[in-house]
């Protein structure tokens, strides 16, 4: 018997049946990892996928490398806003830390805590962007050719469609060289088209 006014609760079938159905959650978390991929926030994935891009890069030099004697160089440091101030692809070579500090200073970049070796070092600039989306990665193998050193780079731009940030931007890569002579050193795009040459110091 009832001890109050309150009202039958209905039968646990009726109470299933008037639940609200849920919502397609799992085709709602796909939507998402699809925008965010096609979002600024995906960059952020893009630019470590870029770091591992360039460890792999070495892999698929086979028939560029057969025609050079094989060079090992290392990634040091990276930003994507180094005030190139032109669009054009450059190599810079610096003999020392104390020379990529007086850089640094002079176009206001921050390569955090990057600990760098002795030296020397190539700073590759993508160039000047007029958006995000762009990245730079350099092969760990270089080739040696006569007495030019040539880098193997990816440069990877936006596809058509994709959210990019409205921002000005300029990647650039620093690379440690092995120590030892050079007459230039060039750089080699996936597609292999000289992108920029330097002339080495006498």
Known sequence: MRSGPWPRPPPARARRMNRTPRRPIEHERH???????????????MKYGILLLSLGLSACAGNWLSRESAVEISEVARSY??????PE???????DGATVAAWQQQRGVDFGEARLPQGPFALVEMGERNSGGYGLAIS??????GDSL??????????LGD?????????????SLPRDKYGSVEIIDQDGRLRGRVAAAP
């Open 81 to 86: 806003q180094c005030n190139s101030g032109s």
């Open 140 to 145: 760990r193998l270089a080739g040696r050719r």
């Open 150 to 159: 040539i880098l193997r780079g990816t440069f990877v731009a936006p596809a």
């Open 163 to 175: 959210i990019t940030t409205e921002a000005i931007t300029s990647p650039c890569v620093l690379i």
């Open 31 to 45: 939507a998402c990892r699809r925008w965010a991929a096609r979002s600024e926030e995906g960059m952020v994935f």
């Open 89 to 95: 692809t450059r190599i810079s070579l610096m003999a």
